[in-house]
């Protein structure tokens, strides 16, 4: 098929540090490649990809040093190339929310959307009951719960390429937090989990102008003590290291995470997860096989002394049998070709998640 995946713009794809949404696209873009498709796609120049690159920015817009600058505009460019190519592809597959929906009316059946962020937020509803006709897809059923009207195709998990993230079957004795400082992601919350526990925290997270109020007198003040190490932005280059050295990864979130796609890679590398059951983490985490789920920061001191006892061998074959890069790229060619097909199009339930229910953990009195 000849299917164009259109990218957000602010990072690179794959991002060079910190970002979610690009570098899941790299890895749908090289997979579906690599399944003979011709891909070709919209992204900043700066991208690495086995795709073929229709560049529409010089750099990608957080890492550019241009002080001032405008997403929109750069957005908007981009779109008008999309249309105006738009007869060269089978399916337009577009990774940048609802941008593009007022541009796309009228070839809306040969358009899939997915949607990579939180949508219990306001005028969202109007939006996409005014633009229904565009078929949508989620990658967590819990994403879906504000907008139930919505016209959901499927949900597909994100999934990951494996050569980057090597399985370490003999971890260090740190646990990790790895992603954003932000109120959201909780790392008081991991702080205070590791003082608990008595193990060291290894901190790799980048801190956006819009938190640096938050990091400066929430977090900062804890990073003196001598168990919590601040590393800072990390890449893929170190990824796999920080995240298969760990004991554990803290996913200790406080909002409606639509994903989470550090607890998959985290997962690739063989190290459980200790995460909060909120937003997806009960549709991604299998409770006592890839790690385990808690109520709160109790539960969560009494998963890290109980971590141990989970086989990190069946936590990267988790990964393998639900969240690889290839496994993800059919699930979306399966939906490509019920795009391209035409007619009726009918949703398609999502899979519940494999998921133990007993705990390896003692319950908090």
Known sequence: MKIAQIAPLYEAVPPRLYGGTERVVAHLANALVDQGHEVTLFASADTQTRARLAPMRAQALRLDPAPLKSDLASHLCMLHEVRRRAHEFDVLHFHVDLLHFPFFEDMAGRTLTTLHGRLDIADLPGAYMRWNQFPLVSISRHQRKPLPFANWLATIPHGLEETPYAFEPNPGGYLAFLGRISPEKRPDRAIEIARRAGLPLKIAAKVDAADAT?????????????????????????????LGGAR?????????????????????????????????????????????IVEDEAQAVEAVHAIGGLDRRRVRQ????????????????????????????????????????????????
């Open 214 to 242: 938050y990091f400066a007198q929430k977090i900062q003040p804890l990073l003196d003590d001598p168990l919590v190490e601040f590393i800072g932005e990390i890449g893929d280059a170190d990824k796999a290291a920080f």
């Open 248 to 292: 554990a990864l803290l996913f200790p979130i406080d909002w409606p995470e639509p994903f989470g796609l550090v607890m998959i890679e985290a997962m690739a590398c063989g190290t459980p997860v200790i995460g909060w059951r909120c937003g997806s983490v009960p549709e991604v985490i299998e409770h006592g096989v890839s790690g385990l």
């Open 318 to 365: 988790a990964f393998e049998r639900r969240y690889t890069a290839q496994g993800m790229a059919s699930a979306y060619v399966e939906q490509y070709a019920r795009l391209a097909g035409g007619g009726k199009l009918l949703p398609q339930e999502p899979q519940e998640p494999q998921e133990l229910q007993e705990p390896l953990y003692r319950e908090a009195a």
